[in-house]
């Protein structure tokens, strides 16, 4: 079955601190990976995409998402949180046509 | 270079009443896809079309909810006899086309129609 999970439902880190949303995806062909971001009562913001090549994949906002193939694993990481960042990050697996599949999304929250 | 645009943004619906939310997809694209997201939750697929084609229903609702995407205009998204249950955010996306390639496959998001039904 194709599926995405996102392990974590929250995490809160300082402002300042490195992140890293963990998300695992079962998908039987071969796939397209994303990750985005969805602030409260808006749409989805893309943040990076993975498709072929280079396994660590840099997008916007400073962040980057490694694909491990081995691991079913796209992770997404940030070296220093802003409290700008405070967010729902979801991650989604798709493959020849547009249709994604989503995890249930992290929620990041920021200290000061 | 307009996005995929949705309207309304917010609709306001009595239970048994019908909502219909509309997608314009970005220009060049012809396949449109339809999710929800409920409070607190990720978002689900209902549907995929292509002009005038429905291609893949499978999360589509049994009853009361239909989908189209006609030659010329939007897509429509229609829910008949709306209940509390339908309150969410519906989200259209749109593609260039199928296949190989992720300029030709990678989907790009409106911002959401958000329903609520009182």
Not at chain 1, 40 to 66: C, H, M, R, W
Not at chain 1, 73 to 79: A, D, G, T, V, Y
Not at chain 2, 38 to 47: A, D, I, Q, S, T
Request: hydrophobic share 35%.
């Amino acid at each position: 079955a194709q599926s995405v999970t996102q392990p974590d439902i929250h995490i809160t880190v300082s402002e300042g601190a490195s992140l890293e949303l963990r998300c695992n995806y079962s998908y039987g062909a071969t796939p397209y990976l994303f990750w985005y971001v969805q602030s409260p009562g808006q749409g989805l913001q893309l943040l990076l995409k993975y498709f072929s090549g280079d396994t660590l994949v840099q997008g916007i906002k400073g962040f980057e998402a490694e694909f491990k193939r081995s691991q079913s694993s796209f992770n997404l990481r940030k070296p220093s949180v802003h409290w700008s960042d405070a967010a729902e990050y979801f991650c989604a697996v798709g493959g020849n046509t547009g249709k994604l599949i989503f995890g249930q999304g992290t929620t990041l929250q920021v200290k000061p | 270079n307009a996005g995929v645009m949705q309207n309304p943004r917010h609709l306001v619906r009595r239970r048994g009443q019908e909502a219909r939310l509309r997608c314009s997809p970005m220009k060049g694209h012809s396949h449109v896809y339809w999710y929800r997201q409920l409070p607190e939750e990720g978002l689900k697929f209902m549907v995929y079309l292509q002009k005038e084609n429905i291609i893949d229903e499978s999360g589509m609702p049994k009853e009361r909810f239909s989908a189209e995407f006609p030659k010329e205009g939007p897509s429509i998204l229609r829910i008949q006899q709306v209940v509390r249950g339908d309150s969410a955010a519906y989200f259209c996306a749109s593609s260039r086309s199928t296949g190989t390639g992720l300029s030709n496959t990678e989907a790009f998001f409106g911002q959401g129609t958000r329903l609520t039904v009182v």
